[in-house]
T-cell receptor, first 111, second 113 residues
Framework: KNQVEQSPQSLIILEGKNCTLQCNYTVSPFSNLRWYKQDTGRGPVSLTIMTFSENTKSNGRYTATLDADTKQSSLHITASQLSDSASYICVVSPGAGKSTFGDGTTLTVKP | SAVISQKPSRDICQRGTSLTIQCQVDSQVTMMFWYRQQPGQSLTLIATANQGSEATYESGFVIDKFPISRPNLTFSTLTVSNMSPEDSSIYLC??????????FGQGTRLTVV
C-alpha cells in the first residue's frame, strides 16, 4: 500500500530559527515528490517538485532533499519568519495513477 | 505554471440543498482534480475530470452525490448534492502537470447547517 508519512505532526519554533520537516514514503513506482505550503483556509501552494534524479532543490529559504534509495525527503526552512506558520504537505506521485498525500506538518513560528 | 480561479471562496448552506463550485484555469489542461479536505486532515481525492469523458471517481465518492462537469479544457464544476453537515469541508480543484496535479485553487470553504 502506498503511504506517505510526515514527521513531526506539529512543530513550534522561534522566529529566526531553522527547522527540518521529514517525509518518508513507500510509493512505487516513483515519479516525483512535491512539498506544498498550505496557509489556514487557503489552497496548497507548491514549494518544490523533485524527480528521481534530483536530490536537492531550493526555493528561497526552503530547501528540499530527496533520497530515492531510502525513500526519504526533508524540507529545511532557514531563518524562519512568522509567515512560515502553515501546514506543510508532502505528496508523492507514481506518474500514472493517484498521488499519495501525507497528513502534513503544522508549523507555528512564534516571535 | 497555471493560475486557478475557484469560486465561491466560501458558503454556508442549508442541509438538503446543493452547491456548485466552479474552477477556471488560465490555460488549457487535460486533467483536473477535485479534492476534499476535512477539518484538520489532509486532502482526499474525490475524482479526476478529463475533458470529453466521464469523471473518474475514487472509492467512497459517487456521481450522484458529487456530479462533475468538464465542458472544455479550462473549466470544471463540482456539485455537492443533497448536503448534510458531514459535507462541511474545504473543496479544492487542481490541475495536472505532466499527468499529476500540481497547482491548486484557493479552495471553497463549505459549511452546512
Amino acid at each position: 500500500k502506498n503511504q506517505v508519512e510526515q514527521s513531526p505532526q506539529s512543530l513550534i519554533i522561534l522566529e529566526g530559527k531553522n527547522c527540518t520537516l521529514q517525509c518518508n514514503y513507500t510509493v512505487s513506482p516513483f515519479s516525483n515528490l512535491r512539498w506544498y505550503k498550505q496557509d489556514t483556509g487557503r489552497g496548497p501552494v507548491s514549494l518544490t517538485i523533485m524527480t528521481f534524479s534530483e536530490n536537492t532543490k531550493s526555493n528561497g529559504r526552503y530547501t528540499a532533499t530527496l533520497d530515492a534509495d531510502t525513500k526519504q525527503s526533508s524540507l529545511h526552512i532557514t531563518a524562519s519568519q512568522l509567515s512560515d506558520s502553515a501546514s506543510y504537505i508532502c505528496v508523492v506521485s507514481p506518474g500514472a495513477g493517484k498521488s499519495t498525500f501525507g497528513d502534513g506538518t503544522t508549523l507555528t513560528v512564534k516571535p | 505554471s497555471a493560475v486557478i480561479s475557484q469560486k465561491p471562496s466560501r458558503d454556508i448552506c442549508q442541509r438538503g440543498t446543493s452547491l456548485t463550485i466552479q474552477c477556471q484555469v488560465d490555460s488549457q489542461v487535460t486533467m483536473m482534480f477535485w479534492y476534499r479536505q476535512q477539518p484538520g486532515q489532509s486532502l482526499t481525492l474525490i475524482a479526476t475530470a478529463n475533458q470529453g469523458s466521464e469523471a473518474t471517481y475514487e472509492s467512497g465518492f459517487v456521481i450522484d452525490k458529487f456530479p462533475i462537469s468538464r465542458p472544455n479544457l479550462t473549466f470544471s464544476t463540482l456539485t455537492v448534492s443533497n448536503m448534510s453537515p458531514e459535507d462541511s469541508s474545504i473543496y479544492l480543484c487542481s490541475v495536472g502537470l505532466a499527468g499529476t496535479e500540481a497547482f491548486f485553487g484557493q479552495g471553497t470553504r463549505l459549511t452546512v447547517v
